[in-house]
């Protein structure tokens, strides 16, 4: 039997879209005149801050953007902000190095109409040892260690809506509940689309418990599940459906396949660099952080709109 002939797709926004991508590389569309650059007073002992958080969120976002070390951080900055005709001090490397550590780094986002839809992942990305060509030329030499970043994208705008940064050594589902945590409380979640990595009681109650419909596949090993509460019955009709009509049809009839697009943004997340240059891991944390705000910026300045035609 032939497989069917591939579907076929076209962007629908072409010239908006190019339009989108030229933004991305201005050099003054990161630069908000309207931002308080300078810290409140505040009445707590001790030296006061100089700069706010968003000065340094918007230093260290140029850093990440570029790639550029902290020295050289300060030194475009100073540059952007003589471009756009503001007379504001810099902070210095040794400022921004202390500062990250305790940042709480916003991150923006577009919240869109009707109940979110959640597609979660997560991905590995190093910050210590050697580089794969090395590694694969003359063997690992030294220790090479990794972190993990686990994401819930919201499709409908293409935006992050929550991350955790954990220790490589750490499951995927015991972080879902905390990222479920990180969505307003006021705000309906319809679905949440995983791998089978996600298939445990803790999940499945986690997603109940915010009345939304988990899309998550049954491990291959699977079985019912014999307690009698909202997740399990939920789960246990995922699992009757998938043995009745096989498991290629329950994903394309619960729209599974969707959760590629969180592929994608993760491919998008190591764009930035295929390592994190912060040791400590409260900088890295916020390190991650800021490239979510960067990655959420650009889908704001525009994305592709894609359709079906065959």
Not at 25 to 49: N, Q
């Amino acid at each position: 039997m032939s497989k069917p002939p591939p579907a076929r797709y076209r962007t629908t926004n072409w010239s908006s879209y190019n339009a989108s991508l030229r933004k991305r590389g201005s050099l003054l569309i990161w630069v908000d005149t309207d931002m308080t650059w300078r810290a409140p007073r505040d009445e707590r002992p001790g030296r006061p801050a100089v700069f706010s958080d968003a000065a340094i969120q918007f230093c260290l976002s140029i850093k990440v953007l570029f790639k550029l070390p902290l020295r050289q951080t300060a030194g475009m900055v100073a540059s952007l902000l003589n471009l756009a005709g503001l007379d504001w001090p810099v902070p210095d490397f040794s400022t921004l190095c202390r500062r990250q550590k305790t940042l709480a780094v916003q991150v923006p986002y577009r919240r869109a109409d009707g109940p979110l839809n959640l597609l979660v992942d997560s991905t590995g990305i190093k910050f210590l040892g050697d580089g794969e060509w090395q590694a694969r030329k003359h063997g690992v030499q030294g220790r090479r260690q990794w972190r993990k970043v686990h994401l819930a994208m919201d499709p409908a705008a293409s935006d992050i809506r929550a991350v955790e940064f954990t220790p490589s050594r750490d499951g995927d589902s015991p972080v879902l509940p905390d990222l479920l945590g990180q969505i307003p409380a006021d705000e309906p979640i319809g679905t949440v689309t995983a791998d089978g990595a996600y298939d445990t009681r803790r999940c499945h109650k986690a997603i109940t418990d915010r009345q939304a419909t988990p899309i998550i596949p049954i491990r291959i090993n699977g079985r019912l599940w014999k307690e009698d509460c909202p997740a399990a019955r939920v789960r246990n009709e995922t699992l009757r459906a998938t043995r009745y009509y096989g498991r290629a049809f329950w994903k394309r009839w619960t729209g599974y396949h969707a959760r590629s697009r969180i592929e994608a943004r993760m491919r998008n997340l190591k764009a930035f660099g295929e390592r994190i240059a912060a040791r400590d891991p409260d900088r890295q944390t916020a390190e991650i952080h800021i490239r979510i705000a960067l990655m959420n910026r650009f889908s704001a300045l525009g994305t592709a709109e894609i359709v079906r035609v065959a």
